[in-house]
């Protein structure tokens, strides 16, 4: 039995820091929960609205700004194209009047402190990340259900299929990287192609490479937006932002006024060794310091592991002649599909797998798309997000503070990397020789994921979380 269809859209979707899981996740299910009460007809007769986050959601939902994104969703606001810039003053107006306008429509009474329950003791089966959400009526009757962000931006609403999208007959069904390679060894297609295929099922070719091209314009406006904000991070941490004179230190004083004469500048940089590590680690820093700071970002695929792909991508483009809307897509369409087989095989979750099941999986996303427009055959490909996930197994989440902060921007430089490593021995590489396939590494993580100690799947309860001394402010 076919697992869940996965789109290049369903695996990079636009949306607002500081993660997909903790932010964007139940800021979809609180939208999801206001068209609930509509479709039963109940929004008129609400009166009063709780929200229970239960697990991880509880234990560093504030430090992720769960609470922010909830109110926002139920406020009617979409993460797509709410101004970032109006986030403070809009939670403001909700915390201070004690007013929250359901859908934009209804207006409820709403007190931060006695109906947002971090529940901190409490989890639920299927996944740490839960939240339920009650809605009492005028008539004496109330509305009830319960949601669980898997990941992603993934959300699941208790009782019902993972996916909202209709099945769909796909030309190649694919579950697993084995699935994958068959269909391209029977039809001579690259990976991209295959995708390219499938995701006519559900729209227009033109529909979908506008789609990724918007994709790809808003990883772009993130970096080149984090390569010129100074500043500190919020939440307490105090965390300085390191893009802004890093960008400036490796210009060294070339000029240029948009994006396309930043790209220009950068390649006048040179290609030696050190200055190409020190742009791919400026890229990736400045993707996830605006992740961080509540920036409009692209899960990639979540938002924790933002930077890497869009760090890769331009390492690509800039050092490699990759400045081609043709290679971009294709870049994106083969890491779109690597992650839906992570996703589908294993989890995206930090809550149930750690970071490998975040950095690890961008990585090997990464990997695997720079292989193809470099020129790799499928099974290089392949091999690549396997040496990729490989090194990244294991890799735990300890957020100090349940901020997406420390470790977590650090890492993604390590993941860009570790990507563009992993492309280079894959390319030099037998693959028929390979001892371990993508598929066994998948099925490796998703073991390991399940024996990690839960202290260290984004709870803040263990590793770095618990051993570097902070005091931060009271939320």
Same mark, same amino acid.
Request: glycine fraction near 8%.
């Given at each position: 039995?076919?697992?869940?269809?996965?789109?290049?859209?369903?695996?990079?979707?636009?949306?607002?820091?500081?993660?997909?899981?903790?932010?964007?996740?139940?800021?979809? #299910?609180?939208?999801?929960?206001?068209?609930?009460?509509?479709?039963?007809?109940?929004?008129?007769?609400?009166?009063?609205?709780?929200?229970?986050?239960?697990?991880?959601?509880?234990?560093?939902?504030?430090?992720?700004? &769960?609470?922010? #994104?909830?109110?926002?969703?139920?406020?009617?606001?979409?993460?797509?194209?709410?101004?970032?810039?109006?986030?403070?003053?809009?939670?403001?107006?909700?915390?201070?009047?004690?007013?929250?306008?359901?859908?934009?429509?209804?207006?409820?009474?709403?007190?931060?402190?006695?109906?947002?329950?971090?529940?901190?003791?409490?989890?639920?089966?299927?996944?740490?990340?839960?939240?339920?959400?009650?809605?009492?009526?005028?008539?004496?009757?109330?509305?009830?259900?319960?949601?669980?962000?898997?990941?992603?931006? @993934?959300?699941?609403?208790?009782?019902?299929?993972?996916?909202?999208?209709?099945?769909?007959?796909?030309? @190649?069904?694919?579950?697993?990287?084995?699935?994958?390679?068959?269909?391209?060894?029977?039809?001579?297609?690259?990976?991209?192609?295959?995708?390219?295929?499938?995701?006519? #099922?559900?729209?227009?070719?033109?529909?979908?490479?506008?789609?990724?091209?918007?994709?790809?314009?808003?990883?772009?406006?993130?970096?080149?937006?984090?390569?010129?904000?100074?500043?500190?991070?919020?939440?307490?941490?105090?965390?300085?932002?390191?893009?802004?004179?890093?960008?400036?230190?490796?210009?060294?004083?070339?000029?240029?006024?948009?994006?396309?004469?930043?790209?220009?500048?950068?390649?006048?940089?040179?290609?030696?060794?050190?200055?190409?590590?020190?742009?791919?680690?400026?890229?990736?820093?400045?993707?996830?310091?605006?992740?961080?700071? @509540?920036?409009?970002?692209? &899960?990639?695929?979540?938002?924790?592991?933002?930077?890497?792909?869009?760090?890769?991508?331009?390492? @690509?483009?800039?050092?490699?002649?990759?400045?081609?809307?043709?290679?971009?897509?294709?870049?994106?369409?083969?890491?779109?599909?690597?992650?839906?087989?992570?996703?589908?095989?294993?989890?995206?979750?930090?809550?149930?797998?750690?970071?490998?099941?975040?950095?690890?999986?961008?990585?090997?996303?990464?990997?695997?798309?720079?292989?193809?427009?470099?020129?790799?055959?499928?099974?290089?490909?392949?091999?690549?997000?396997?040496?990729?996930?490989?090194?990244?197994?294991?890799?735990?989440?300890?957020?100090?503070?349940?901020?997406?902060?420390?470790?977590?921007?650090?890492?993604?430089?390590?993941?860009?990397?570790?990507?563009?490593?992993?492309?280079?021995?894959?390319?030099?590489?037998?693959?028929?020789? #390979?001892?371990?396939?993508?598929?066994?590494?998948?099925?490796?993580?998703?073991?390991?994921?399940?024996?990690?100690?839960?202290?260290?799947?984004?709870?803040?309860?263990?590793?770095?979380?618990?051993?570097?001394?902070?005091?931060?402010?009271?939320?």
């Amino acid at each position: 039995m076919q697992r869940e269809q996965i789109s290049v859209f369903d695996m990079f979707k636009i949306g607002i820091g500081p993660s997909s899981s903790h932010t964007l996740g139940p800021w979809r #299910a609180a939208q999801q929960f206001v068209a609930l009460l509509a479709e039963q007809e109940a929004l008129p007769l609400v009166v009063e609205v709780k929200v229970l986050l239960y697990g991880s959601l509880a234990k560093t939902g504030k430090g992720h700004g &769960t609470d922010i #994104a909830i109110l926002l969703g139920l406020s009617g606001d979409d993460p797509v194209t709410f101004e970032v810039d109006k986030i403070n003053s809009k939670i403001a107006e909700i915390t201070t009047g004690h007013k929250l306008m359901l859908s934009g429509t209804k207006e409820v009474s709403f007190h931060f402190d006695d109906d947002m329950l971090f529940l901190f003791t409490e989890s639920l089966p299927f996944h740490p990340n839960a939240v339920t959400f009650q809605a009492f009526l005028s008539n004496g009757k109330a509305v009830s259900a319960t949601f669980y962000s898997i990941g992603g931006g @993934f959300v699941v609403k208790e009782g019902a299929n993972a996916s909202h999208k209709a099945e769909v007959d796909l030309p @190649f069904p694919i579950d697993t990287a084995g699935d994958l390679l068959h269909w391209c060894l029977k039809t001579g297609l690259k990976i991209s192609e295959v995708v390219a295929e499938n995701e006519l #099922a559900w729209r227009s070719e033109t529909d979908t490479r506008n789609g990724t091209l918007q994709i790809f314009k808003v990883m772009t406006e993130c970096m080149y937006r984090g390569c010129h904000t100074t500043g500190s991070l919020p939440g307490g941490l105090n965390v300085a932002r390191r893009a802004f004179a890093l960008n400036k230190r490796l210009l060294a004083g070339r000029s240029y006024s948009n994006y396309t004469e930043w790209v220009a500048a950068i390649r006048e940089t040179g290609n030696s060794f050190q200055n190409i590590l020190d742009w791919v680690s400026c890229f990736a820093l400045a993707v996830n310091e605006e992740n961080a700071s @509540f920036g409009r970002v692209v &899960t990639a695929p979540t938002n924790g592991a933002a930077g890497v792909i869009p760090a890769v991508l331009l390492y @690509f483009i800039c050092f490699c002649d990759g400045f081609n809307e043709e290679r971009i897509i294709q870049f994106m369409f083969t890491a779109s599909e690597v992650g839906s087989i992570f996703k589908k095989g294993a989890t995206i979750s930090a809550a149930m797998g750690g970071c490998q099941a975040e950095i690890g999986v961008s990585s090997a996303m990464a990997a695997a798309a720079l292989t193809e427009v470099l020129g790799g055959s499928q099974r290089q490909v392949l091999m690549a997000a396997e040496i990729a996930m490989e090194h990244h197994l294991g890799l735990t989440c300890d957020p100090i503070g349940g901020l997406v902060q420390v470790p977590c921007i650090e890492r993604n430089t390590m993941g860009a990397i570790k990507a563009i490593t992993a492309t280079q021995l894959a390319l030099q590489s037998n693959p028929d020789k #390979a001892k371990v396939s993508l598929d066994a590494v998948v099925r490796t993580m998703w073991q390991t994921a399940l024996d990690m100690n839960s202290k260290y799947k984004e709870t803040s309860d263990g590793g770095l979380a618990i051993n570097i001394p902070i005091s931060l402010p009271e939320c």
